[in-house]
Protein backbone atom coordinates (compact mmCIF):
# COMPACT_ATOMS: atom_id res chain seq x y z
CA UNK A 1 0.00 0.00 0.00
CA UNK A 2 1.38 3.50 -1.25
CA UNK A 3 0.43 5.86 1.33
CA UNK A 4 1.82 8.62 -0.57
CA UNK A 5 -0.60 8.41 -3.60
CA UNK A 6 -4.03 8.37 -1.89
CA UNK A 7 -6.84 10.07 -2.87
CA UNK A 8 -8.65 12.67 -0.56
CA UNK A 9 -11.70 10.90 0.68
CA UNK A 10 -14.91 12.02 -0.07
CA UNK A 11 -18.56 12.34 1.81
CA UNK A 12 -20.88 10.56 -0.19
CA UNK A 13 -22.60 14.05 -0.93
CA UNK A 14 -19.66 15.20 -2.54
CA UNK A 15 -19.53 12.04 -4.34
CA UNK A 16 -22.99 12.64 -5.17
CA UNK A 17 -22.77 15.98 -6.76
CA UNK A 18 -19.59 14.71 -8.88
CA UNK A 19 -22.06 12.17 -10.16
CA UNK A 20 -24.69 14.82 -10.78
CA UNK A 21 -21.93 17.20 -12.77
CA UNK A 22 -21.58 14.57 -15.36
CA UNK A 23 -24.87 14.01 -15.83
CA UNK A 24 -25.09 17.71 -16.38
CA UNK A 25 -22.51 17.96 -18.72
CA UNK A 26 -23.51 14.62 -20.54
CA UNK A 27 -27.06 16.49 -21.27
CA UNK A 28 -25.29 19.48 -22.98
CA UNK A 29 -23.23 17.15 -25.26
CA UNK A 30 -26.27 15.53 -26.03
CA UNK A 31 -27.87 18.82 -26.48
CA UNK A 32 -24.87 19.54 -28.58
CA UNK A 33 -24.64 17.04 -30.91
CA UNK A 34 -28.34 17.34 -31.94
CA UNK A 35 -27.59 21.46 -32.62
CA UNK A 36 -24.77 20.53 -35.17
CA UNK A 37 -26.85 17.61 -36.35
CA UNK A 38 -29.31 19.83 -37.37
CA UNK A 39 -26.85 22.42 -39.10
CA UNK A 40 -25.96 19.47 -41.05
CA UNK A 41 -29.86 18.54 -42.08
CA UNK A 42 -30.33 22.07 -42.93
CA UNK A 43 -27.07 22.14 -45.32
CA UNK A 44 -28.43 19.36 -46.82
CA UNK A 45 -31.31 20.71 -47.71
CA UNK A 46 -29.79 24.05 -49.03
CA UNK A 47 -27.08 22.85 -51.21
CA UNK A 48 -29.87 20.08 -52.46
CA UNK A 49 -32.52 22.73 -53.06
CA UNK A 50 -30.04 25.44 -54.76
CA UNK A 51 -28.11 22.61 -57.13
CA UNK A 52 -31.67 21.75 -58.74
CA UNK A 53 -32.74 18.23 -56.55
CA UNK A 54 -36.32 20.42 -56.30
CA UNK A 55 -35.69 22.23 -59.58
CA UNK A 56 -39.66 21.53 -60.47
CA UNK A 57 -41.03 23.69 -57.67
CA UNK A 58 -38.01 26.39 -57.74
CA UNK A 59 -38.82 30.19 -58.00
CA UNK A 60 -42.31 28.81 -56.36
CA UNK A 61 -41.72 27.65 -52.63
CA UNK A 62 -41.45 31.25 -51.54
CA UNK A 63 -38.14 30.09 -49.37
CA UNK A 64 -34.64 31.60 -48.83
CA UNK A 65 -33.45 29.11 -52.28
CA UNK A 66 -36.05 30.53 -54.63
CA UNK A 67 -34.56 30.75 -58.03
CA UNK A 68 -35.80 32.99 -60.42
CA UNK A 69 -36.21 31.43 -64.35
CA UNK A 70 -32.85 32.48 -65.29
CA UNK A 71 -31.30 29.95 -62.87
CA UNK A 72 -33.76 27.65 -63.32
CA UNK A 73 -32.96 27.69 -66.90
CA UNK A 74 -29.23 27.63 -65.79
CA UNK A 75 -29.17 24.53 -63.89
CA UNK A 76 -31.50 22.64 -66.08
CA UNK A 77 -28.82 22.79 -68.87
CA UNK A 78 -26.20 21.11 -66.50
CA UNK A 79 -27.14 17.23 -66.76
CA UNK A 80 -28.63 15.77 -63.62
CA UNK A 81 -25.88 13.10 -63.25
CA UNK A 82 -23.43 16.45 -63.04
CA UNK A 83 -25.65 18.31 -60.52
CA UNK A 84 -26.03 15.57 -58.03
CA UNK A 85 -22.51 14.60 -58.64
CA UNK A 86 -21.37 18.44 -57.40
CA UNK A 87 -24.73 18.68 -54.83
CA UNK A 88 -22.20 15.64 -52.88
CA UNK A 89 -19.49 16.90 -52.80
CA UNK A 90 -20.66 20.31 -51.57
CA UNK A 91 -22.33 18.42 -49.11
CA UNK A 92 -19.35 16.36 -48.48
CA UNK A 93 -17.65 19.84 -47.51
CA UNK A 94 -19.99 21.29 -45.35
CA UNK A 95 -20.43 18.29 -43.26
CA UNK A 96 -16.50 18.22 -43.26
CA UNK A 97 -16.30 21.77 -42.33
CA UNK A 98 -19.26 21.85 -39.38
CA UNK A 99 -17.64 18.51 -37.48
CA UNK A 100 -13.78 20.46 -37.95
CA UNK A 101 -15.65 23.41 -36.31
CA UNK A 102 -17.45 21.81 -33.36
CA UNK A 103 -14.31 19.75 -32.78
CA UNK A 104 -13.14 22.64 -30.07
CA UNK A 105 -17.09 22.12 -28.30
CA UNK A 106 -17.21 18.46 -28.12
CA UNK A 107 -13.53 18.26 -27.07
CA UNK A 108 -13.98 21.00 -24.48
CA UNK A 109 -17.04 18.90 -23.21
CA UNK A 110 -15.08 15.64 -22.88
CA UNK A 111 -12.17 17.37 -20.43
CA UNK A 112 -15.32 19.00 -18.37
CA UNK A 113 -16.47 15.35 -17.90
CA UNK A 114 -12.89 14.01 -17.74
CA UNK A 115 -11.79 15.51 -14.57
CA UNK A 116 -15.17 15.06 -12.24
CA UNK A 117 -15.38 11.47 -13.65
CA UNK A 118 -11.18 10.74 -12.23
CA UNK A 119 -12.24 12.47 -9.08
CA UNK A 120 -15.59 9.98 -9.18
CA UNK A 121 -13.66 6.35 -10.00
CA UNK A 122 -11.25 7.43 -7.54
CA UNK A 123 -13.16 7.03 -4.80
CA UNK A 124 -13.34 3.48 -5.64
CA UNK A 125 -10.61 2.16 -3.07
CA UNK A 126 -12.62 3.76 -0.33
CA UNK A 127 -16.07 1.87 -1.06
CA UNK A 128 -14.64 -1.26 -2.73
CA UNK A 129 -16.47 -3.09 0.45
CA UNK A 130 -18.91 -2.74 2.65
CA UNK A 131 -16.37 -3.88 5.56
CA UNK A 132 -14.31 -0.90 4.70
CA UNK A 133 -17.26 2.08 4.93
CA UNK A 134 -18.24 0.12 7.97
CA UNK A 135 -14.65 0.08 9.34
CA UNK A 136 -14.87 4.00 9.34
CA UNK A 137 -18.61 4.24 10.49
CA UNK A 138 -18.36 5.70 13.89
CA UNK A 139 -15.02 7.13 14.65
CA UNK A 140 -15.01 9.23 17.31
CA UNK A 141 -18.13 7.90 18.32
CA UNK A 142 -18.19 7.18 22.23
CA UNK A 143 -20.56 4.39 21.57
CA UNK A 144 -18.46 2.96 19.36
CA UNK A 145 -15.72 2.19 21.93
CA UNK A 146 -17.99 1.60 24.80
CA UNK A 147 -19.16 -1.65 23.14
CA UNK A 148 -15.26 -2.54 22.12
CA UNK A 149 -15.01 -2.05 26.02
CA UNK A 150 -17.92 -4.23 26.93
CA UNK A 151 -17.68 -6.93 24.66
CA UNK A 152 -13.68 -6.95 24.56
CA UNK A 153 -13.99 -10.31 26.38
CA UNK A 154 -16.69 -11.47 24.69
CA UNK A 155 -16.49 -15.55 23.33
CA UNK A 156 -18.48 -16.45 20.10
CA UNK A 157 -21.75 -16.80 21.56
CA UNK A 158 -22.21 -13.73 22.63
CA UNK A 159 -20.35 -11.96 19.24
CA UNK A 160 -22.24 -14.01 16.95
CA UNK A 161 -25.86 -12.40 19.26
CA UNK A 162 -24.49 -9.19 18.82
CA UNK A 163 -24.17 -8.95 15.44
CA UNK A 164 -28.12 -10.23 15.06
CA UNK A 165 -29.08 -7.11 17.21
CA UNK A 166 -26.42 -4.62 15.53
CA UNK A 167 -27.83 -6.01 11.97
CA UNK A 168 -31.65 -5.75 13.39
CA UNK A 169 -31.52 -2.79 14.88
CA UNK A 170 -29.05 -1.18 12.69
CA UNK A 171 -26.88 -0.11 15.19
CA UNK A 172 -23.94 1.13 13.46
CA UNK A 173 -21.68 1.90 16.36
CA UNK A 174 -22.01 -1.48 17.28
CA UNK A 175 -21.73 -3.01 14.25
CA UNK A 176 -18.48 -0.86 13.54
CA UNK A 177 -17.19 -2.26 17.43
CA UNK A 178 -17.91 -5.83 16.69
CA UNK A 179 -16.37 -5.86 12.98
CA UNK A 180 -12.99 -4.93 15.09
CA UNK A 181 -13.09 -8.15 17.53
CA UNK A 182 -14.47 -10.21 14.93
CA UNK A 183 -11.55 -9.40 12.41
CA UNK A 184 -8.99 -9.84 15.66
CA UNK A 185 -10.54 -13.24 15.76
CA UNK A 186 -8.78 -16.44 13.95
CA UNK A 187 -11.31 -17.55 11.42
CA UNK A 188 -12.60 -20.76 12.83
CA UNK A 189 -13.48 -19.44 15.53
CA UNK A 190 -15.63 -16.03 14.23
CA UNK A 191 -19.60 -17.01 14.46
CA UNK A 192 -19.98 -14.51 11.68
CA UNK A 193 -17.37 -13.40 9.27
CA UNK A 194 -16.72 -9.57 9.26
CA UNK A 195 -17.34 -8.81 5.63
CA UNK A 196 -20.99 -10.93 6.22
CA UNK A 197 -21.53 -8.47 8.81
CA UNK A 198 -21.09 -5.53 7.11
CA UNK A 199 -22.79 -6.53 4.35
CA UNK A 200 -26.01 -7.34 6.07
CA UNK A 201 -25.79 -4.18 8.09
CA UNK A 202 -26.97 -2.20 4.20
CA UNK A 203 -24.56 1.01 4.76
CA UNK A 204 -26.88 3.77 3.10
CA UNK A 205 -23.75 5.26 2.28
CA UNK A 206 -21.70 2.48 0.83
CA UNK A 207 -24.71 1.50 -1.67
CA UNK A 208 -24.75 4.73 -2.95
CA UNK A 209 -21.76 4.97 -3.73
CA UNK A 210 -22.22 2.40 -5.44
CA UNK A 211 -25.08 3.40 -7.81
CA UNK A 212 -23.27 7.32 -8.48
CA UNK A 213 -20.00 5.45 -9.57
CA UNK A 214 -22.28 3.82 -12.23
CA UNK A 215 -23.94 6.28 -12.92
CA UNK A 216 -20.71 8.23 -13.46
CA UNK A 217 -19.38 5.78 -16.07
CA UNK A 218 -22.65 5.37 -17.60
CA UNK A 219 -22.37 9.10 -18.52
CA UNK A 220 -18.84 9.51 -19.68
CA UNK A 221 -19.25 6.67 -21.63
CA UNK A 222 -22.15 8.15 -22.99
CA UNK A 223 -20.60 11.47 -23.64
CA UNK A 224 -17.94 9.15 -25.71
CA UNK A 225 -20.07 7.51 -27.75
CA UNK A 226 -21.71 10.10 -28.91
CA UNK A 227 -19.15 12.30 -30.16
CA UNK A 228 -17.60 8.98 -31.81
CA UNK A 229 -20.73 8.77 -33.38
CA UNK A 230 -20.84 11.88 -34.66
CA UNK A 231 -17.19 12.32 -35.83
CA UNK A 232 -17.93 8.89 -37.50
CA UNK A 233 -21.17 9.44 -38.93
CA UNK A 234 -22.85 6.21 -37.89
CA UNK A 235 -23.55 4.56 -34.58
CA UNK A 236 -22.36 1.05 -33.54
CA UNK A 237 -25.08 -0.86 -32.08
CA UNK A 238 -22.88 -2.83 -29.69
CA UNK A 239 -21.83 0.72 -28.01
CA UNK A 240 -25.68 1.44 -28.08
CA UNK A 241 -26.73 -1.85 -25.62
CA UNK A 242 -24.01 -1.59 -23.63
CA UNK A 243 -24.72 1.65 -22.47
CA UNK A 244 -28.47 0.58 -22.29
CA UNK A 245 -27.04 -2.29 -19.91
CA UNK A 246 -25.53 0.38 -17.97
CA UNK A 247 -28.43 2.29 -17.49
CA UNK A 248 -30.37 -0.72 -16.51
CA UNK A 249 -27.82 -1.27 -14.04
CA UNK A 250 -28.06 1.91 -11.82
CA UNK A 251 -30.45 2.02 -8.80
CA UNK A 252 -32.52 5.24 -9.38
CA UNK A 253 -35.16 4.02 -6.48
CA UNK A 254 -31.73 4.48 -4.48
CA UNK A 255 -30.18 7.94 -5.81
CA UNK A 256 -33.03 9.36 -8.20
CA UNK A 257 -33.26 9.80 -11.82
CA UNK A 258 -30.60 10.85 -13.84
CA UNK A 259 -31.28 12.91 -17.58
CA UNK A 260 -33.78 10.88 -19.50
Given at each position: ?????????????????????????HTR????????????????????????????????????????????????????????????????????????????????????????????????????????????????????????????????????????????????????????????????????????????????????????????????????????????????????????LRE???????IGG???
Open positions: MNLNQVSPLLSPQQIGELASNLDAIALKAIERLQKDVQSRKIEISKRWGVSIGHAGTDGGQHQLSPSDVARWSAIPNADRARMAQNETLAAVRQIKDNSAKELDKLLKDAGAPHAQLVSQREFFSSPAKVLARAALGDPKRTEYLHQLAYAGPAELGHMAQVAVATQNIPLASALLSLLDRMPSKDRPVGPAELAAAMKLDDYLKVQEYIKLGDARLQGILVAIRTWNQGKSNPLNTVQLAQAIDRDLGDE
